[in-house]
């Protein structure tokens, strides 16, 4: 079995490719990606820098010449995005040239990430979001929205090319020790500033069930979205409790002209969107996932933050 | 007081209904003791112990009584316990005599001698010897006419013995104060008696009844004895005092505590020994007096020398007795001060004695109300079922006592003295016995009446005044002394009370719930709809409160209520929503066998800081279909208000008239899920928080602010649920049919209205019900 990865890099990928390695079944990883993994055994490394506007011939080039059977087009950012047009460059016009290529290619799977958050916190939201709750991203986080735009991108794609699984696995926030994203940002400070009279819960996931999500993807039956959440929920007080940090609860109004201030200076850690996300819940039904695609989780949230907590000490 | 001990006792509690067949069967009688005996023991000992600076003359006494002859104490001790357990005739009786020697002495001198064996067994018999050759008897006499009359009592007069010992127990009997240990370790009793002799209980009341007719003169002996016991208290007191100085020592206080207290014990037994003896009431009481003040003083020197004594030999008592010393005597403590102390700290090793309500004392309200606490601490100790234990548990009580190095006197006997002085000891006071005893227990600490009902014995006694004076001049530091050890006795004992600890509780419960609001709960029991375990537990004091106390909620034709999904169709009432949070908990009460219930309510409380959080958490869950449906999936049952915001806002004039039920979003729920419908009506929900009027609130997100009362308002809640309209024979197609959703709105919502009338009319007042 001969996989092909994009974004080997990220934050996905470091939990994917030893996952990967240590599958039997996986003869080869082809690597697609501007630098190549370390300490790797059955990778083949294509570099194929996916802003670029050749990108998506030297993708349809490799994956035509040696064929694959699965696509993980893992390359999205987490980090602190500094740059947004080249972010939005990366994950949306990167994502349009991977469905493109996987399209030309006739890939029998593609497997891509995606976010909860795309569902949006809004106080309209049921108690449990399930996959076919549309999603309405974040009025103000390009972060959120590009991710809700790539989303579109694929469901058009799964429409157009019926015969290629395609998988959307919705993560909730991914916590653990060697992860950078917006939410172990926010819970790796000694103090995590929230809003004062709400309380909204939190669903996470543990790093390694997040990989374990990933790996079973390869293999499932189904295609579709899949909400990825781990075991339980918690109010995001107690997430910030457990991840070891301090909750400070700021009226509203304040807190937000304080983070635009920050923001503009640009000393700003934390985004500005994440305030709808600790006014209102969004919490993910991940039941289809452990029907459909056998994922169980097996960390609690209370262990996913925890874990960050060790992670830091 | 008095009402403790008539409230208290499950005796009386039976007394009244079989004391007949109990009169007549005499060797039933016999046994009751053994059974009683335990108990006796053991409230003597409570009651000695109540009766404060009394208790300690009648402790003396106590000691005297059975110091002198520990086998026989031993003895009797022993057999209160074999007879519950084993038991035929011979224990019992033997056990009925004991008591009754112990009785006979006032009833006060149970009591093992406390601080005598502790130290020194020699020098006390010394002293005893002494001061029986002082009142002309020698020792063993008291043990003498005690058993006399444990004879004749054996022997089957069971009737009205005017004598000391027959009346005395009796009277001992019905006054047990609290006597739940008692009443617990019975089961133990009946065994023996199993055996086709009637139980013992029905005696023991026989013999209460008879005991009523030398009551009269059972007071006075008591009083008598109070009287002595204050003479004699003071007396030592003064003697003592003047001992004490000329020695050498750094402890003082202490010496002076235990040398006075010894002093005033040999004092009072030598005055039982007297009125044993005696026979004219009046006279006897001079002649206790008298005698008390001579003893004491004539056995203050050896009191005197045998505390130094002792201190001198237990080096390590002093120091485990220094701590509680201490605090209470500075220099010149009264006794009460004593009392208090040494009460305290007994309190946790005297299991067996049982409860002294009535702390018959004639000093201060103050003191009994230390005792009162301290009986009521040790109840949940003694009501340790073991019913055999009885009897042993008093000795070890008063054995740990003593080891302890801490208290000085002991606890058993006085009690019996204080019944006596009760006139009202013996009647029945049915109300008073109603009370169950999770009522008695916490505050009788302030007991009101006992001091103006103790008033009335008291006022032939011309001599207890100058005892009580003399007493006085202790002086103010003394007295500071002794309300600050009470204060914080009182203190201690409200930390400990369980009316406090629900307190407590709830209060933390509300700290949470607050700090759920704020958004800095944490929380971690939470379900996904946002529900707190955790907190709903911790609230629950407060919810019971409301529940039962503030609101009363009544509830009727919850069996109305289907297994599985259901709908509960409710009106919205009131400015803030409690309403659901009630519903939930009528479900949870009411009906434990349905899964745990959850009520929608609006977006706009969702969209409210601090209200939605803390409703989340407690179990609210936002009205929308997905929700509606997947709870309905969990087959719980689903409170809903379809009046919704408009019904929550709707002017106090309007109160109970229903708004539009909204678009029948309920009716369509039912249809497609095959849910029944349950009408609910709800009273009472306006009138706990009126909207009074409305501030703009729309930067909160909400139409309006409503304005109400500050906090819930003691409305009595009144539920009522309806015959549920069940979806039969209606397919879920139908859900699209509004003629038909319109119809079956309107009949959910005019059941409910009907029920609301209906529920109005019988309501006579709003806050009474």
Not at chain 1, 108 to 132: D, F, H, I, K, Q
Not at chain 2, 225 to 242: F, G, P, R
Not at chain 2, 469 to 475: F, L, M, R, S
Not at chain 2, 644 to 656: D, H, L, M, T, V
Request: net charge negative; proline share 8%.
């Amino acid at each position: 079995m001969r996989i092909a990865v994009t974004g080997a890099n990220g934050d996905y990928g470091k939990l994917l490719l030893p996952r990967l390695e240590a599958d039997p079944a996986v003869e080869s990883i082809l690597v697609l990606d501007t630098k190549e993994p370390e300490g790797t055994r059955k990778v083949e490394f294509h570099r194929v820098d996916l802003t670029r506007y050749d990108a998506e011939s030297e993708l349809t080039d490799a994956l035509t010449e040696r064929p694959v059977d699965a696509l993980f087009h893992l390359a999205f950012l987490f980090g602190p995005i500094l740059n947004g047009p080249l972010a939005h460059e990366l994950e949306v016009i990167g994502t349009m040239n991977v469905l493109t290529a996987a399209g030309r290619a006739k890939l029998p799977r593609l497997v891509v990430p995606s976010l909860t958050a795309t569902y949006g916190a809004r106080g309209n939201n049921p108690a449990l979001l399930r996959e076919n709750s549309p999603l309405f991203g974040c009025p103000h986080s390009r972060f959120v929205n590009d991710k809700v735009e790539v989303e579109g991108q694929v469901r058009a794609f799964r429409e157009r090319h019926p015969d290629t699984h395609t998988l959307v696995l919705r993560f909730a926030p991914l916590l653990g020790r060697s992860l950078d994203n917006p939410a172990t940002r926010l819970l790796t400070q000694a103090v995590v500033p929230t809003l004062l009279g709400f309380d909204p819960l939190w669903q996470a996931v543990h790093e390694d069930d997040a990989g374990r999500a990933l790996h079973l993807a390869l293999r499932a039956e189904v295609a579709g979205e899949f909400n990825i959440v781990g075991r339980g929920v918690l109010p995001l007080s107690g997430l910030i409790r457990q991840a070891g940090a301090q909750p400070l609860p700021l009226p509203g109004p304040l807190f937000r002209a304080a983070l635009r201030a920050l923001g503009v200076m640009g000393a700003g850690t934390l985004p500005v969107a994440l305030l709808d996300y600790m006014h209102y819940s969004w919490v993910a039904d991940g039941e289809r996932a452990e029907s459909a695609l056998g994922f169980v989780p097996l960390h609690h949230v209370k262990d996913a933050a925890a874990a960050l907590r060790r992670s830091q000490s | 007081m008095t009402k403790g001990v008539l409230g208290n006792d499950p005796f009386q509690r039976g007394a009244a209904p079989r004391t007949d067949d109990a009169r007549e069967d005499k060797a039933a009688k016999k046994k009751a003791p053994a059974s009683k005996n335990a108990k006796g023991a053991k409230d003597s000992a409570g009651k000695s112990a109540k009766s404060g600076g009394k208790a300690r003359g009648a402790k003396a006494s106590a000691k005297a009584a059975q110091s002198p002859k520990p086998p026989k104490a031993g003895k009797g001790r022993s057999t209160d316990t074999k007879p519950a357990v084993t038991a035929p005739k011979t224990p019992a009786v033997a056990v009925h005599k004991f008591e009754a020697r112990a009785n006979g002495r006032g009833a006060t001198s149970e009591s093992p001698p406390k601080h005598e064996e502790r130290t020194a067994k020699a020098p006390h018999t010394t002293r005893e010897a002494q001061a029986a050759g002082k009142r002309g008897t020698p020792p063993p006499s008291r043990g003498a006419d005690a058993s006399p009359q444990a004879s004749r009592d054996v022997s089957g007069t069971p009737t009205g013995k005017p004598g000391h010992g027959a009346p005395s127990s009796r009277t001992l009997a019905p006054a047990h104060p609290g006597d739940e240990p008692a009443l617990l370790r019975e089961p133990a009793a009946p065994h023996p008696s199993a055996s086709g002799s009637p139980p013992s209980r029905p005696q023991v009341f026989a013999e209460e009844v008879h005991a009523v007719r030398p009551e009269e003169r059972t007071v006075d002996r008591a009083m008598t004895e109070a009287l002595a016991a204050d003479a004699a208290e003071a007396a030592a007191k003064t003697a003592v005092d003047e001992l004490l100085p000329g020695r050498p020592g750094q402890d003082r206080s202490i010496e002076r505590v235990l040398a006075t207290e010894l002093v005033a014990e040999l004092a009072e037994s030598a005055v039982r020994q007297v009125l044993d003896d005696g026979h004219g009431i009046a006279s006897e009481r001079d002649l206790a007096t008298l005698v008390a003040t001579q003893v004491a003083e004539a056995t203050a020197g050896v009191a005197v020398d045998e505390v130094l004594d002792r201190q001198a030999t237990a080096p390590e008592e002093r120091a485990l007795s220094t701590a509680e010393d201490g605090d209470a005597h500075d220099l010149d403590e009264d006794e009460e001060e004593v009392w208090t102390a040494d009460a305290w700290q007994r309190d946790p090793d005297s299991v067996p004695v049982n409860p002294p309500e009535e702390a018959l004392d004639e000093d201060e309200g103050e003191e009994e109300e230390v005792w009162t606490a301290d009986a009521w601490q040790r109840d949940p100790d003694s009501v340790s079922p073991n019913g055999s234990q009885a009897a042993d548990d008093l000795a070890e009580g008063v054995e740990r006592g003593e080891q302890d190095g801490v208290h000085i006197s002991v606890s058993v006997i006085a009690g019996a003295v204080p019944t006596n002085v009760e006139p009202e000891v013996e009647l029945p006071d049915e109300s008073h016995d109603e009370l169950p005893p999770s009522r008695r227990i916490p505050l009788s600490l302030v007991t009101d009446d006992a001091p103006v009902r103790r008033d009335e014995p008291e006022q032939g006694a011309s001599a207890f005044a100058g005892t009580e004076e003399a007493a006085q001049p202790q002086g103010f530091a003394g007295r500071a002394a002794g309300m600050f050890s009470l204060a914080r006795e009182i203190a201690g004992q409200a930390l400990a009370s369980e009316g406090l600890g629900r307190a407590v509780g709830a209060m933390h419960g509300l700290m949470e719930a607050v700090r759920t609001g704020l958004g800095t709960g944490g929380g971690s029991r939470l379900d996904d709809y946002g529900k707190d375990a955790g907190l709903v537990e911790n609230l629950q004091p407060v919810l019971d409160f409301l529940y039962e106390q503030y609101w009363r909620v009544s509830v009727e034709g919850v069996d109305h209520v289907p297994r599985g999904a259901a709908i509960l169709v409710a009106n919205h009432s009131g400015a803030l929503p409690y309403d659901g949070l009630v519903m939930s908990q009528v479900l949870q009460r009411e009906r434990p066998d349905l899964r745990e219930a959850r009520w929608l309510v609006e977006d706009q409380v969702f969209h409210a800081p601090m209200l939605g959080t803390l409703f989340n958490r407690l179990g609210a869950v936002r009205a929308s279909p997905e929700n509606a449906l997947r709870l309905l999936d969990e087959h719980r049952p689903l409170v809903v208000f379809p009046e919704g915001y408009q019904g929550a806002s709707k002017p106090f004039a309007e109160r109970y008239r229903l708004k539009r039920f909204g678009r029948g979003g309920f009716v369509k729920l039912a249809l497609r899920t095959g849910a029944p419908i349950v009408p609910v009506a709800i009273v009472g929900a306006e009138e706990t928080s009126p909207l009074l009027g409305r501030l703009p609130g729309g930067f909160l997100g909400f139409p309006s602010l409503p304005l109400t009362a500050p906090g819930p308002l003691p409305a009595k809640w009144t539920i009522r649920f309806g015959e549920p309209l069940t979806m039969e024979g209606l397919p879920p197609e139908s859900a699209d049919d509004l003629g038909e959703v319109q119809r079956l709105t309107e009949q959910t919502r005019e059941a409910i209205q009907s029920m609301l009338q209906a529920l109005l009319r019988e309501r006579r007042s709003v806050f009474a019900g």
